[in-house]
C-alpha cells in the first residue's frame, strides 16, 4: 500500500504542479477534471437517491461560471437555476424531495468546494497556491507517518479509528513549519503565516475527518480506485476541499494589510 501511495505520488504531483506553473487554461483542465470525477464518486458513494445528470449539470456549471468570473448576480442566477433543477428532477423521479437532499450536499461540497482551487490561483497567484498545497500534503504525511509511530490516543475512534491524537500533532507541526519556510523565503510575516498554516492544518485534518465520516455512513472504504494506493480523487483531495475555501477568504480579508 505505502508503495502505491509513494508511486502514485511521484507520476501524480509533477503533473499538478505543471498545470499549476502553467496555469490559465491548464489548471482550469485539472481541476475540471478532478471536481468531475469527484462527482462520480459522490454520485457512486450517495445511493439510489443521487441523481447524477443533477450533480453534472449543476456542479460544471458553477464550476465553468468561476471560470467567467463569478459575479452575485450569476451567483444568484445559478443559486435559481440549480434550486429548480433539483426540486423539478426529485418530485417527478419518484422520491420526496428530502431523500434527495444529498444532491444539493455533492454540488456544494464538490464543485464549491474544490472550485476555490481555481479562484485562489487566479486571484492569488501561484505561490501562495503552492503555499496551500503544500501545507495540506505535508499536514497529512506528517500525520501519517507520525501517527504509525508514535499514534497512541485515539482521535476520533468512532470516525476514523487510525488516527490519533499524537498524528495530529505532529501533522499540525509539519504544517506550521512549513508556513514557516514559506514566510522566510517570501518576506512575509513570520507570525501571521505561521497561524495561517496552523488554521489550514487543523482544517485539513477536518476535512480529512469529515470525509471519513461520509465514507462510514455509507459504508464504503473507498470513493474510487483512480489513484492507486490513495483510493479516489475525493479520498486523496478531502484536506483540499477545506483547505483551499478558508485560504481564500483569509487571503482576500487580509489582502489590504498585507502579511
Known amino acids: 500500500m505505502l508503495e502505491q501511495r509513494i508511486l ?32 462520480l464518486e459522490f454520485a457512486r458513494m450517495g445511493g439510489p437517491n443521487i441523481h447524477l445528470d443533477y450533480l453534472l449539470v449543476s456542479g460544471l456549471s458553477y464550476l465553468l461560471l468561476t471560470y467567467s468570473g463569478m459575479d452575485s448576480t450569476k451567483f444568484v442566477l445559478w443559486l435559481l437555476f440549480q434550486t429548480l433543477y433539483y426540486l423539478g428532477r426529485s418530485a417527478f423521479s419518484g422520491n420526496i424531495c428530502f431523500a434527495s437532499a444529498p444532491n444539493l450536499l455533492g454540488v456544494f461540497y464538490v464543485a464549491v468546494l474544490y472550485s476555490f482551487l481555481w479562484k485562489v490561483r487566479s486571484t492569488f497567484g501561484l505561490s501562495w497556491t503552492i503555499f496551500g498545497l503544500l501545507v495540506t500534503w505535508l499536514t497529512d504525511t506528517g500525520a501519517y507517518f507520525g501517527g504509525t509511530r508514535h499514534g497512541k490516543r485515539p482521535l476520533a475512534p468512532n470516525i476514523s479509528p487510525n488516527k490519533s491524537i499524537e498524528g495530529a500533532l505532529i501533522g499540525s507541526l509539519s504544517g506550521v513549519l512549513t508556513g ?9 510575516s513570520l507570525l501571521a503565516v505561521g497561524a495561517l ?4 492544518s487543523i482544517a485539513g485534518q477536518l476535512g480529512d475527518l469529515v470525509e471519513s465520516a461520509m465514507k462510514r455512513e455509507r459504508a464504503v472504504k473507498d470513493t474510487g480506485t483512480i489513484l492507486p494506493g490513495h483510493g479516489g480523487v475525493l479520498d486523496r483531495f478531502d484536506s483540499v476541499a477545506f483547505v483551499f475555501p478558508l485560504l481564500f477568504a483569509a487571503l482576500t480579508l487580509f489582502a489590504r494589510r498585507g502579511f
Open 8 to 39: 502514485t505520488s511521484i507520476i501524480g504531483i509533477p503533473i499538478i504542479m505543471a498545470s499549476l506553473y502553467w496555469g490559465g487554461i491548464y489548471w482550469q483542465i485539472l481541476v475540471f477534471l478532478l471536481v468531475l470525477v469527484g462527482l
Open 197 to 200: 498554516a496552523l488554521v489550514l
Open 180 to 188: 514557516l519556510v514559506y514566510a522566510m523565503l517570501s518576506g512575509q
